[in-house]
């Protein structure tokens, strides 16, 4: 199956199922490898008062962290190896990228709070469409392919294209899409939110910021 429940950890399904934040049992979660160097985490989360609300048609939000392409980001910092502090800045970085989803950055965090109100009848009753979330596998945590530039997480305008091909079943560029589940591509997409919490890599030191990109 081109689909599966993975147990690997690090990903937006395990932190769900984790219980770390309590999640509506309705929520389903599966991570899918679209095509070689790009695999995702996508959650349905369907209308919370169930089969008399549900609609026909589907929000997505991707959301998930990118690494700023081209620099040298070799962690020492001073020319001599000297800065202890943007030693420390890499060390944490790296700590968290092999932690749990959930803290790996606040986005992480926001999303999975916020998956939990969208399934709630009570915090969102006036929910009429399904949402899907959808997040980017690391190739740590995929442990089917490794970025030829070195990075961790494929570019999410690459997760989106993969998406949307994978959900539509058309395959683009020629290349060999997987489609999702039958299950997973029922309602009709009325529009994809991109959210995209970036790394930015400048020469001998490391900075991360935070920077909200909206597609519709």
């Not at 998956?115 to 190739?139: H, M, N, Q, Y």
């Not at 591509?185 to 991109?194: C, E, F, G, Q």
Request: proline share 6%; charged share 25%; aromatic share 6%.
């Amino acid at each position: 199956s081109s689909s599966s429940s993975s147990s690997s950890s690090g990903g937006m399904c395990d932190a769900i199922r984790s219980g770390r934040v309590p999640v509506s049992p309705s929520t389903e979660c599966l991570r899918h490898e679209a095509r070689d160097g790009v695999a995702f985490d996508v959650a349905r989360i369907s209308p919370p008062l169930g089969p008399a609300a549900e609609s026909a048609e589907a929000v997505v939000l991707i959301a998930g962290e990118e690494e700023e392409r081209g620099g040298d980001d070799d962690g020492r910092g001073g020319d001599d190896g000297s800065d202890l502090a943007s030693r420390w800045r890499k060390k944490e970085k790296n700590s968290r990228r092999r932690g749990d989803w959930y803290d790996r950055s606040d986005l992480n965090a926001s999303i999975l709070h916020l998956i939990k109100r969208l399934g709630s009848a009570e915090d969102c009753p006036w929910l009429a469409k399904t949402v899907f979330v959808v997040s980017p596998v690391a190739a740590e945590a995929s442990g089917s392919w490794i970025p030829s530039d070195g990075s961790q997480f494929p570019i999410l305008a690459s997760v989106a294209e993969a998406f949307v091909a994978s959900y539509t079943g058309e395959t683009t560029g020629g290349g060999g899409v997987r489609p999702l589940p039958p299950e997973f591509t029922s309602p009709m997409i009325r529009s994809v939110l991109v959210l995209s919490d970036v790394v930015e890599r400048e020469p001998k030191t490391t900075n991360r910021s935070s920077t909200t990109t909206t597609d519709v």
